[in-house]
């Protein structure tokens, strides 16, 4: 089987940087017509020199229905379709600690960015998509925590367990019309938005994700390649559920890695790798 995505007319949030670019770029290659919604202004030029005029890159907030509605018209007057859909932007928003000392106005920020979004581009996309007859693909980023808790990170690991039933509920929902809808679910992967350089000591770097079975934090084309199987044909009779990209870290449970190459499931803290 090719695995190709000519022809296909493909939208990814916050494709600006970290995973989204990754998406983009790896979307790009494989032949789709882009399309990139993204808030940032400076990256909505980089994007635009980058993919140059035969994109179509879009400075807009996916928190506001207005600019989601916008987007989508845009895409129906320069492509005619809409193939894919990726709604990768979310954020922890630095916003952390416990329930009864957070302010409203933060739940109320966490809840629009990692799911309300969801609500609105997808029902603003939905209906492009149905156009063509010919299906299309849903593509949900989402994060590990919503597959566990995570304390002091309460509101954020909530919302991303929302994005799973989000998933399943619209799979079901769009199946008749052969749109497919999967999340991906990323475990720490350096990027603009956890720059892994800056948070890991540095006499930690070889030793700071021993936790995860594989080995190292993730990149961004690590779930690049999660979305292009999702996008394409590879994919067609897979719809509801989330691939894990997270290098076997859920697969552990709370099983760890020790310097000394062994797995345990007791707590060995000398020191923390993060500061």
């Known amino acids: 089987m090719k695995i190709t995505l000519e022809g296909k007319v493909a939208l990814v949030t916050g494709g600006g940087a970290g995973i989204g670019r990754g998406i ?30 035969g994109a179509l890159v879009v400075q807009a907030d996916v928190q506001k229905t207005a600019d989601c509605t916008s987007v989508v018209d845009q895409i129906a007057q320069k492509f005619g379709r809409l193939d894919v859909l990726v709604n990768n932007v ?3 928003l630095g916003i952390y600690g416990p329930v009864e000392t957070m302010e409203e106005k933060d739940i109320d ?3 629009n960015i990692n799911l309300r979004h969801l609500f609105i581009m997808t029902k603003a996309a939905t209906p492009l998509m149905r156009k063509s007859g010919q299906g299309g693909s849903i593509i949900n980023v989402s994060s590990i925590e919503g597959f566990r808790g995570c304390t002091y990170n309460v509101a ?5 367990h929302a994005v799973t039933g989000f998933t399943k509920g619209m799979a079901l929902e769009l199946s008749a019309d052969q749109i ?3 999340t991906i679910a990323p475990e720490t992967t350096d990027s603009e ?16 994700a021993l936790p995860i079975p594989l080995g190292r934090y993730g990149v961004p ?15 067609s009779w897979i719809t509801g559920t989330t691939i894990h990209v997270d290098g076997g870290g859920l697969a552990a449970g709370g099983f760890q890695r020790t310097p000394q190459g062994f797995f345990t499931v007791s707590p060995v803290v000398t020191d923390t790798a993060m500061g």
């Open 221 to 235: 084309q690590d779930h690049a390649g999660a979305a292009v199987f999702l996008a394409t044909d590879m994919s």
């Open 156 to 160: 954020y690991t909530a919302f991303k």
């Open 109 to 111: 920020a966490l809840y």
């Open 193 to 208: 938005q956890v720059p892994l350089n800056v948070l890991i000591r540095p006499q930690y770097k070889d030793v700071a």
């Open 24 to 53: 983009v770029d790896a979307f790009a290659s494989l032949g789709a017509r882009i399309a990139v919604a993204e808030i940032d202004a400076a990256k909505v030029e980089k994007l635009k020199a980058d993919l140059g005029p």
């Open 180 to 182: 497919r809808v999967n």
């Open 90 to 92: 979310g954020h922890h």
